[in-house]
């Protein structure tokens, strides 16, 4: 079942449609939240998203458009913890806790998540709704508010800083 078609049942009050909806789209927003903020963030903050999805989607007039509206209020949702997290006092750096696994794949994720970590914010963004959540250019530039052209080069600025990063570490192949 497409997107479209379930946003217009969740509309006319299915509640099947609805979890059927969420269950579709809540790991791509919790790995686009997590990536924003951090594993120990991430639930609260898809939490919120969903309730503000959950009130508006009653509102929402182009189906179709779903995926870039939902990322544009996930987007909201992470900034507005940001906003507030800047505003309170330093408590010392945070740093992910990173488990130890014999597996190689879990190593490298480890290290990528925490390179994404050292991004700037604009950067980590579209590299997440870009890779992460295969979303268009379009799609991205929607969502962060700015022209194609800006993702575009907030893309190659990030994979050039994400290759540097992971150079300098020595974990790129």
Not at 146 to 170: C, F, I, Q
């Amino acid at each position: 079942m497409t997107d479209e078609l379930l946003i217009v049942r969740c509309q006319l009050g299915e509640h099947d449609a609805l979890t059927e909806l969420v269950r579709s789209w809540h790991e791509p927003v919790r790995t686009y939240v997590r990536g924003m903020l951090g594993a120990e963030r991430a639930d609260d903050v898809t939490q919120e998203v969903w309730l503000a999805v959950i009130r508006g989607l009653p509102r929402l007039r182009e189906p179709g458009r779903f995926a870039p509206w939902l990322f544009t209020i996930a987007r909201r949702a992470v900034t507005d913890r940001l906003r507030q997290e800047y505003g309170m006092p330093e408590a010392g750096a945070q740093q992910e806790p990173v488990t130890e696994d014999a597996a190689g794949v879990v190593v490298e994720r480890a290290a990528l998540i925490a390179a994404l970590s050292c991004l700037p914010v604009r950067e980590r963004e579209v590299l997440v709704l870009f890779y992460l959540e295969d979303l268009s250019l379009e799609d991205c530039a929607e969502i962060c508010a700015v022209p194609v052209g800006t993702v575009k080069s907030r893309l190659n600025r990030a994979r050039r800083m994400l290759r540097d990063h992971l150079t300098e570490k020595g974990t790129k192949r």
